[in-house]
């Protein structure tokens, strides 16, 4: 199939190239995004890659679309397809989420698009 010792080594690496970019894929997705953001300040601008840590006030559900809202003393965290979430967090609960910063109606929000990057817990009094 491959005569040449060009081919050959071409094709070693391009096998080689493929194996790193694999292992480093399964690295990758094992660390905390959080890592690489910024932590989340009123002056945060559309677009940032942050995360912002504090405690739930109100939860609620879209009325379409199955997402969920999160409302904080900070930025509103929005979470795709989130609202499965709604019976597990309550007003209270601790809040880390990682995101992209967006704009709605004028206040910040903290998109969330992958579930792995909202935390909760819960403070016992």
């Known amino acids: 199939m491959f005569s040449g010792k060009e081919e050959k080594f071409a094709l070693i690496i391009l096998f080689l190239v493929f194996a790193i970019i694999l292992g480093s894929h399964f690295i990758l997705s094992g660390i905390d ?3 690489f953001a910024e932590e989340y300040k009123n002056t945060s601008e559309e677009g940032e ?3 912002y840590e504090g405690f739930a ?3 609620l559900e879209t009325k379409t679309g199955g997402h969920l809202i999160i409302e904080t003393d900070g930025p509103v965290i929005f979470i795709a397809k989130g609202a499965f979430l709604k019976d597990l967090i309550n ?3 601790g809040i880390k ?3 992209e910063v967006s704009v709605y109606n004028g206040k910040n929000e903290i998109i ?3 579930i792995n990057d909202i935390q909760y817990f819960r403070i016992d009094s």
């Open 33 to 35: 995004k959080s890592s």
């Open 49 to 51: 890659f942050v995360y």
């Open 57 to 59: 006030s109100d939860i």
């Open 91 to 93: 007003e209270g609960d």
């Open 97 to 99: 989420a990682t995101g």
């Open 112 to 114: 969330v698009d992958d």
